[in-house]
């Protein structure tokens, strides 16, 4: 069985863009995150890596379906 992609993690070096790919992660991320306006970066939002590793974690633990792009 494949595996659905819900986020796309790319590291740019000083931050972490976290990108909501499916409507059950957009619907997740306004659930569960407090992201600022400033912080959208296109589709995606950028995040500090002390940060981005719990961010993660809870992902991956509630959603699955997180790539690295």
Known sequence: MTKKTNFLITD???VVLI???S?????WVDE???IE???WLGDGFG???????DI????SEEMG???AG
């Open 37 to 39: 306006p400033w912080q």
């Open 12 to 14: 740019e070096g000083t």
């Open 56 to 59: 993660l974690e809870a992902i």
């Open 23 to 27: 409507n059950e992660a957009r619907q």
């Open 65 to 67: 379906g997180v790539e």
């Open 47 to 53: 995040v500090e890596h002390r940060y981005a590793s």
């Open 32 to 34: 569960n995150l407090s």
């Open 19 to 21: 990108t909501p790919v």
